[in-house]
């Protein structure tokens, strides 16, 4: 399998959740707007599209990366768990926002821890690199 593989994995998924980000916002913005302000859940579908393309420019600078230090597995795994985070806080926001169902705001900070350990294990990975623990 070609080294870069991974990595252009992982910019393709940036790609896919970048768009859909803008997409959603503004969707929100102009389509939603109206809904949304009638259920008081704007600031709530604002705060999961803003987490949704924070870290999908995460994912988007982790491909990047990946494609130098191709054997840092700690960036796989930190890519992972920014999509784990996309899906689960910005996703159960994205329905709380629209149905009203409650209890998926119970599901929300999972993800956000998994945003958490994803930004750590990008901290991991870049001490591998300082340590001179990998290879270009």
Do not use: C, D
Not at 105 to 114: D, Q
């Amino acid at each position: 399998m070609n080294k870069y593989y991974h990595s252009a994995t992982i910019l393709q998924w940036a790609a896919v959740f970048g768009a859909l980000a803008v997409g959603l916002g503004a969707f929100g913005a102009h389509g939603l707007a109206e809904r949304l302000n009638e259920m008081g859940r704007t600031e709530t579908f604002e705060t999961a599209v803003s987490y949704h393309f924070y870290h999908s420019l995460a994912l988007l600078l982790l491909g990047g990366i990946m494609s130098i230090y191709t054997s840092v597995k700690a960036f796989s795994i930190s890519a992972l768990l920014f999509v784990i985070g996309i899906v689960i806080f910005s996703g159960s926001l994205y329905v709380l926002s629209l149905t009203g169902i409650t209890w998926l705001g119970a599901i929300t900070p999972f993800g956000g821890v998994a945003f958490i350990l994803g930004w750590v294990g990008l901290f991991v990975g870049a001490q591998q690199i300082k340590k001179g623990n990998t290879t270009v």
